[in-house]
């Protein structure tokens, strides 16, 4: 097999074939779901919608993947998790693919794309903790902390370029061509996942899915860090689901510019692509006590666009939201996948998944009636406030604070 490596010789996880089979699928899905969610509110918009109904539409599509993540979380400790990515991806592609059709051929109203993008976040459930826990099988211990930050950083990379598009692809050929984009992604995904080579085989399965999602739990109750940041992380979505889908697309795309929109969701990604370089190389010891004060940076966007008349200043809070979260965002995988059991992490992903963002859908629904009672740019102050203060709170938590990096990994890490 020939040795892959980085810009100074280290080898690097692409040299595994099924961890580059992993985020090829990983990051071309990526691709088309940076692409959707602006085409997707412009397509509401343009069938007069109001920013209630935008958060309403937004909201279906939210709850319908809280209410699933945890069947998925079950099914990917229970059944092959390479199995659960091929098929949910092909469904995707199928799914999102009608949606575009509808938008294309002018039947879609706002109660279809409700309902398509419901049962698109619901397949989009099923996939995520199977597809968050694969990273520990395709690569060996002494590379997930690489594999990670670089899985993310891909990722994010092809988000950056999808948000991008997104505005463009709009502006140039209207919504539905730009939905149809996302819809290949997933076809070009399943066939990615589909060479991937990990074992099928989970064995017999005794206990129930309930008794299951029971371990899941306990397992996530039994560590402190864990369920105070979930609650920490479902504070966070209430707040800004509502402030970034609903009121970002009205504030910045309806009063400076549709491009502009997409142009600030490009430079929140380019602040987590330069967020996931900054991570290859900082290690720190205690993961989330440093990670929780980047996560604090996240409320220069909002504050940005309730101050600013101008791009520019948009565009440098886009950045640094997205530079402190995904440095946050890593530290926690890597604090996930060290702590937990491999046996255990689909439930627990699934949790974390169901803890963060299960008061979404109520901030999405919410968000329109309360920033035009309060104001918009009063409300994106508020949300600012609420997203950086609990943030720094989080470091006064002990387990927080003092969750260290495993010291195995830490020696690996720094021979290398």
């Known amino acids: 097999m020939p040795t892959i490596e980085g810009p100074s010789g280290r080898r690097t996880p692409l040299r595994h074939p099924s ?3 992993l985020v090829t699928g990983t990051a071309s899905s990526s691709l088309g779901n940076a692409i ?3 085409a997707l509110a412009f397509a509401v918009l343009d069938l007069g919608g109001t920013a209630t109904q935008l958060g309403l539409v937004e909201a279906v599509f939210a709850a319908c993947q809280v209410v699933t993540t945890l069947a998925g979380g079950v099914l990917g400790d229970r ?11 092909a469904i995707s592609a199928v799914v999102i693919g009608s949606l575009a059709a509808t938008v294309i051929l002018g039947v879609a109203t706002i109660p279809s794309i409700a309902v398509m993008g419901g049962l698109a976040g619901v397949v989009a459930a099923l996939n995520q903790p199977s597809a968050m826990a694969m990273t520990k099988i395709v690569v060996p211990e002494e590379d997930l902390g690489a594999a990670i930050s670089l899985r993310s950083l891909l990722q994010t990379t092809a988000s950056t370029v999808g948000y991008a598009l997104g505005g463009v692809l709009v502006a140039a050929v209207g919504s539905g061509w730009a939905i149809t984009v996302d819809a290949v992604t997933f076809a070009i995904a399943a066939v990615a996942y589909s060479g991937m080579q990990v074992t099928h085989d989970r064995g017999p399965r005794k206990a129930s899915m309930l008794t299951e999602l029971g371990e899941g739990f306990r397992e996530v109750m039994r560590h402190a860090w864990l369920w105070f940041l979930i609650l920490q992380a479902l504070l966070y979505h209430l707040f800004w689901s509502g402030a970034h ?7 910045v ?27 290859l190389r900082f290690r720190p010891r205690r993961l989330l006590g440093v990670g929780v004060f980047f996560l604090a940076m996240t409320g220069l966007f909002p504050v940005s666009m309730a101050l600013s008349e101008t791009l520019w200043p948009i565009l440098l809070g886009a950045f640094l939201h997205g530079f402190g979260l995904q440095v946050f965002d890593v530290f926690w995988q890597i604090a996930i996948q060290q702590e937990i059991p491999e046996k255990k992490l689909s439930r627990v992903y699934a949790f974390d998944i169901v803890g963060s963002f299960v008061a979404r859908p109520v901030g999405l629904a919410l968000v329109g009636p309360v920033a035009v009672a309060v104001g918009f740019d009063t409300w994106l102050l508020v949300v600012a406030a609420v997203i950086s203060g609990t943030a720094l709170m989080s470091i006064s938590f002990a387990g927080v604070r003092r969750l260290e990096r495993a010291p195995e990994r830490v020696a690996v890490e720094e021979a290398a």
């Open 19 to 21: 961890f580059r089979r």
């Open 79 to 89: 059944v092959s998790r390479k199995l659960m990515m091929e098929g949910t991806a």
């Open 245 to 251: 889908s609903v009121l970002g697309p009205i504030v």
């Open 36 to 38: 959707t969610p602006v």
């Open 253 to 279: 795309g309806e009063g400076i510019g549709r491009e502009s929109w997409g142009f600030a969701l490009a430079a929140l990604m380019a602040g987590f692509i330069v967020g996931g370089l900054f991570c």
